[in-house]
């Protein structure tokens, strides 16, 4: 599991046991890399759309939270 969403999930008190249950087939975790990933989209849309140059992009912010491409 990324140490990252571990981590925020503490803070949410978010127990661990919850973190692995399968609601059909998917985990908490795979809920919260799907967040990840859609947020990285947006912010390399909007990069795009508003000629961003410097700062962070989408694969950086994966990066950090450890999810895959």
Known sequence: MNERIRELAK???IP???????FPGKTIEKFAELIV????DYLDAFNKEH???EGISG???KQHF???E
């Open 66 to 68: 450890g999810v895959e």
């Open 37 to 40: 990933k859609e947020c990285a």
């Open 11 to 13: 803070r949410a008190e």
């Open 59 to 61: 694969a950086e912010l």
């Open 51 to 53: 000629h961003v140059l």
């Open 16 to 22: 661990n046991n919850i973190l692995i249950t399968t």
